[in-house]
């Protein structure tokens, strides 16, 4: 009989005391929800954030985005391509730094964030509620600690 390498108690321990595997998995099921909900509106969870990220009185640059949304820079310029191409973001010039550039959401970017805003409401209260031994804000800013 061949010896164990690594035992099966430490699969039970991984499969019980992992955040990271905790947290896929969560995370998962979650953007499920948020994907399902904001389909309607032609949007995933992601596009969702990263249009939300946008909606602020000055319009951010790349760079202001990345920590909000944890996505270094070609992701985050990956990202906004569709959103581009159906016509809620455009790209500017920063007027005060021409090599810069702004991320401007566009009058139909504000629309549909106005439209899917009350659904992602709807979908972020019945998730909230699911929560039992936890209050939603206890969750948030127990992650928010390890950034």
Not at 16 to 28: K, Y
Not at 117 to 124: A, F, G, L, Q, S
């Amino acid at each position: 009989m061949e010896s164990e390498i690594l035992p099966y108690a430490t699969t039970m321990e991984v499969r019980d005391r992992c955040l990271c595997l905790h947290l896929q998995r969560a995370a998962r099921v979650i953007a499920r929800h948020f994907d399902e909900a904001l389909r309607p509106f032609g949007l995933t969870n992601g596009q969702f954030s990263l249009l939300m990220g946008l909606n602020r009185p000055k319009p951010p640059r790349l760079t202001d985005l990345v920590p909000l949304l944890g996505m270094d820079r070609t992701t985050l310029t990956a990202a906004l391509k569709p959103l581009e191409r159906k016509g809620l973001v455009d790209v500017a010039a920063d007027e005060s730094d021409r090599r810069a550039r702004r991320l401007v959401l566009t009058l139909a970017g504000k629309e549909v964030l106005a439209a899917a805003t009350p659904v992602w409401r709807e979908t972020h209260d019945a998730l909230d509620g699911r929560l039992s031994s936890l209050s939603p804000q206890a969750l948030c800013d127990g992650l928010t600690e390890i950034l």
